[in-house]
């Protein structure tokens, strides 16, 4: 596609819930990155994908977080048992393999937007 | 390990005026340094970047920021505010070989323009 496609844009989940986000990045792109926006925490890398494979998820807050990557393309976020601190907006990014060194930008979407209530 | 900071998490400037958002970094090796820029409700949308060369970097929308080794700064400015600027800013580090794909942002900073 022409940007990196996230769904649902929003959501409302009731604590306790388990909840998957979904990146669907620039077509061609390898390399996709999640990140976190909350109003305390500010933007947090979360994890990062080159292929299926993820080389960095040190980012992922507890056990209850986890992503994979299916086809190269394709990419879900799980947050099992919400719980209320877990409300942020989740950005999912894409860039080609080359490392930032080689002067590729990582493209964002647009967020999902979750509510845990 | 790298950081940044961002000061003043608030700006405003009158349209016309001149825009300067600042940020210092910290990094063990030469930084990867980029000014990301986020509309309400929108993700974020890369500003300009500094990855070698050059020290002055021009992006879009009119901005520019100067990388200072010296100072381990890299602000951003734009000579004239629009009223199409007001968004929030951040200045993000990142780069090295084995976390490249990892951005560590700064806090941000909120701009208001003022007619």
């Known amino acids: 596609g022409a940007g990196v496609s996230q769904s649902p844009s929003n959501k409302v989940t009731e604590k306790g819930k388990d909840v998957e986000l979904r990146c669907d990045p620039i077509s061609g792109h390898t390399a996709l990155y999640w990140y976190r926006q909350s109003l305390g925490q500010g933007l947090e890398f979360l994890i990062y994908f080159q292929g299926n494979s993820a080389p960095d998820k040190s980012g992922l807050p507890s056990d209850r977080f986890s992503a994979e990557r299916t086809g190269g393309s394709v990419s879900t976020l799980t947050i099992q048992r919400t719980q209320q601190e877990d409300s942020a907006v989740y950005l999912c990014?894409?860039?080609?393999?080359?490392?930032?060194?080689?002067?590729?930008?990582?493209?964002f979407g647009e967020g999902s937007w979750l509510t845990v209530v | 390990a790298q950081s940044v900071t961002q000061l003043g998490s608030h700006v405003s400037v009158s349209e016309g005026a001149l825009v300067l958002l600042r940020c210092n970094y910290s990094s063990s090796v030469p930084p990867y340094l980029f000014w990301y820029v986020q509309y309400p409700n929108q993700g974020l949308q890369l500003l300009l970047k500094?990855?070698?060369?050059?020290?002055l970097v021009k992006g879009i929308n009119g901005f520019e920021a100067e990388f200072k080794k010296s100072e381990t700064s890299f602000h951003l400015t734009k000579p004239s505010a629009h009223m199409s600027d007001a968004a929030e800013y951040f200045c993000?580090?990142?780069?090295?070989?084995?976390?490249?794909?990892?951005?560590?942002f700064g806090a941000g900073t909120q701009v208001v323009v003022t007619p």
């Open positions: 990014a894409s860039s080609p393999r080359v490392a930032i060194g080689g002067g590729n930008t990582i493209y």
């Open positions: 993000a580090v990142g780069g090295t070989t084995d976390s490249w794909g990892k951005l560590q």
């Open positions: 500094y990855t070698t060369g050059a020290t």
